[in-house]
């Protein structure tokens, strides 16, 4: 019997699958707590120093609120009346209300500058709270947003008186006694020019000082000063004089000229050009002083100009013909009568 030979039985080579290993994020991970655990006495103090330096910074600017409001509290009284504004605050106001009240006091203080606009704003408030007893909630929110302006401009104005003082300091600097000296002589001369220059001019000028005088038309017959000033009520504090001369037999209405104290009220009154008295549509007009240099046609010319700047919205108070309601009913109804004509 031949022997079988054992077969011993070969195994295949299984390949083992290697296993991918996660790839280490190159960026280091920062252990905290650790640290905090270290330096957490340096964390709190340093939060409690932060707290107390925010508690004094907040003390500082109320105290500088109040400093503010105490050296204005004369100047402007309203932002003092607790009473107004508790009236103004029990008002609703949506953000459509504001926006479009907003909007159309801008128009109207277009122009000012900004060192009267405060005092603009001031008279424009009391105007409404002295001539109507019972406010409405159309006024009260009127109010609410001047009050918001009125503020607005007295903290623009403080802030940049602060920056003039801090730059005048940065700009002192020493003199030379030299340069000291000459500036002296230098500013004697001029001085001692310009007393001379003003002398001739005294001399020459047989006028007195200027005057703010307002010419105002087609009024009614029964017009009184009291009718006038309630018309003018933004402004009435600023009125010096007004004359309302008889009317002549057979007229069917009359003329009065309003004296005011300064430029920004002059202004504001030509405003009122075209404005209703008594269902009567009124002139406020340009006018001269009857022994003055100006010519009559230079006069005219200068009434027109102011016209044309009150129709443009540019003169102080004014607002632009294209914005007013009652222009943009007039251009559609002479299109219309237009477009009827040609068909």
Not at 132 to 145: G, N, Q, S, V, W
Request: hydrophobic share 30%; glycine share 4%; with cysteine.
């Amino acid at each position: 019997m031949a022997k079988l030979s054992e077969v011993i039985p070969v195994k295949p080579d299984i390949t083992k699958k290697k296993k991918r290993r996660q790839k280490k994020n190159k960026a280091k991970t920062v252990t905290t707590e650790p640290q905090n655990k270290k330096n957490g006495g340096n964390v709190d103090i340093k939060i409690e120093q932060d707290i107390e330096n925010n508690e004094d910074s907040d003390q500082i600017g109320t105290n500088e609120q109040n400093e503010i409001s105490d050296e204005l509290a004369e100047k402007y009284p309203v932002l003092k009346n607790d009473d107004l504004v508790k009236k103004f605050l029990g008002v609703t106001m949506t953000n459509n209300q504001k926006g479009r009240i907003r909007q159309q006091l801008r128009d109207n203080l277009k122009g000012t500058s900004e060192v009267l606009l405060p005092e603009v704003i001031h008279n424009r408030i009391q105007g409404i709270v002295k001539d109507i007893i019972t406010l409405t909630d159309a006024e009260l929110r009127k109010i609410r947003i001047l009050y918001n302006m009125l503020k607005t401009s007295v903290q623009n104005e403080s802030s940049a008186s602060k920056v003039e003082k801090k730059k005048k300091k940065k700009n002192k600097k020493p003199k030379d006694k030299v340069n000291v000296e000459e500036d002296k002589k230098e500013n004697e001369a001029t001085d001692n020019r310009a007393v001379a220059k003003v002398e001739k001019e005294e001399t020459k000028r047989t006028k007195g000082p200027k005057r703010y005088v307002v010419f105002v038309g087609n009024l009614p017959l029964d017009v009184d000063r009291e009718k006038l000033t309630h018309h003018f009520y933004e402004i009435r504090e600023h009125i010096v004089d007004v004359r309302i001369p008889k009317p002549s037999e057979g007229k069917k209405s009359c003329i009065a000229y309003v004296e005011l104290k300064n430029e920004p009220s002059y202004e504001l009154a030509l405003s009122k050009h075209h404005s209703m008295l008594d269902k009567r549509r009124i002139n406020v007009l340009y006018t001269t002083q009857q022994n003055s240099k100006i010519s009559k046609t230079e006069a005219k010319s200068k009434s027109a100009k102011l016209v044309a700047l009150q129709k443009s919205g540019k003169l102080m108070g004014s607002i632009s013909l294209n914005k007013k309601r009652s222009h943009r009913r007039m251009k559609a109804k002479k299109a219309k009568a237009n477009q009827e004509a040609v068909s």
